[in-house]
């Protein structure tokens, strides 16, 4: 044990000696946090439109204006040429194209129905789907609207209505951050611990001090303790940092849940990816190996680990990768604690499974260390 805490010692000495470490552990995960949140943002809004008018009624004048109302759309051009609003169209100067025929109010009411054509740029095939689904509502709505003027007092008040009224759980507001601040706050605790283990036992490889431990009498095991513990304090403490100084302060998200229940996962998820670390730094010889391999790690983790895509909607074999990726298993866990209120017994599978990929990765990397003595 004395070893040991010599080690640690050794350790915190050399992490707080470096001021750039400290800086880029207390700044990243701030300004990362305060700025990613805000981008990572699935709800479309400002879709440019244009919209052909060839009827110019009382009809055309007033779908225009609810879709300019809606807070979802631009209107980019307000005209009756069709080649002027595709050439909009072309220049990426308009996701949508609405096109409103002759006589668009009179055949509706003498015939109860009518045609428009929608045209969209489907470049970026989300902001297609999502853009013409909120159109189609618009529409939709317009055309309820107007069945509504048309029927008389009479059916209006004998006739049948279902009437639907929502309960949102667990984020009423359906505030996007609320999904995502959770998630890259994980995101950030797994860079921070993975780069910055897989960084230390490198350096002391180039600067040569890994030769003197490795003829001292130290074990192996308290050797990777001494690199292990130092990061994972400092995990607990960016950890702690975003979730009540940027998550709750900035952004207002409350835990739902037991701290106790998320700080215990988080304890056994550290462990987990400081493993990962220890692992990658006992294969690689200089720090930009390191840091490739890492890198080429962290691309997957953040890619296949639900937080900007479902892992339910991926295919099987990226179901599979996901399956093996811890970060999966603490984006879901945070979300359900923090969001949802959810306690031991509802991520017991989840704790099970992190507890053995720390124990495999921090063997693996034990066994890995060849040390000479």
């Excluded at 800086?23 to 990572?40: D, T, Y």
């Excluded at 297609?128 to 618009?138: D, E, F, T």
């Excluded at 493993?275 to 890198?295: H, W």
């Amino acid at each position: 044990m004395r070893t040991l805490r010599f080690l640690l010692q050794k350790e915190f000495r050399q992490i707080f000696r470096n001021t750039t470490i400290l800086k880029m552990i207390i700044a990243m995960p701030i300004i990362q946090l305060l700025v990613m949140p805000l981008a990572a943002d699935f709800e479309f809004k400002n879709i440019t439109i244009s919209v052909i008018d060839h009827d110019r009624s009382t009809y055309s004048k007033q779908l225009t204006d609810k879709i300019v109302a809606s807070g979802y759309f631009l209107l980019d051009t307000y005209g009756s040429s069709y080649d002027e609003a595709f050439e909009q169209f072309q220049q990426d100067k308009a996701d949508l194209i609405i096109e409103i025929p002759n006589h668009f109010e009179a055949d509706l009411i003498r015939e109860n129905k009518n045609s428009l054509f929608l045209a969209v740029n489907a470049i970026n095939g989300t902001k297609a789907a999502v853009g013409s689904a909120y159109l189609n509502q618009i529409i939709g709505d317009f055309n309820a609207d107007i069945r509504l003027k048309w029927s008389n007092s009479s059916i209006r008040s004998t006739g049948a209505g279902i009437q639907v009224d929502s309960l949102n759980w667990y984020n009423p507001s359906l505030n996007y951050q609320f999904f995502m601040v959770p998630g890259i706050l994980v995101l950030l605790v797994t860079m921070i611990g993975a780069y910055m283990c897989a960084l230390n036992i490198v350096k002391e490889k180039e600067v040569g001090t890994i030769e003197q431990i490795n003829v001292t009498p130290i074990k192996k095991v308290h050797f990777i303790l001494g690199k292990l513990i130092p990061f994972w304090v400092i995990g607990i403490f960016v950890f702690t940092l975003g979730l009540f100084g940027i998550a709750q302060l900035v952004y207002g998200i409350v835990s739902a849940g037991s701290l106790f229940v998320l700080y215990s996962f988080l304890s056994i998820y550290l462990i987990a990816i400081l493993g990962i670390g220890l692992l990658i730094s006992t294969y690689s010889n200089n720090q930009q190996q390191a840091m490739s391999v890492a890198f080429f790690f962290m691309m997957i983790f953040m890619l296949m680990s639900g937080l900007f895509t479902s892992v339910e909607s991926m295919p099987e074999w990226a179901r599979w990768i996901a399956a093996l990726n811890p970060v999966t298993y603490f984006i879901d866990v945070v979300r359900l604690v923090v969001l949802k209120g959810s306690g031991f017994k509802d991520i017991q599978s989840q704790f099970i499974i992190m507890t053995c990929m720390a124990i495999f990765f921090n063997a693996w990397a034990v066994l890995n260390y060849r040390k000479t003595s």
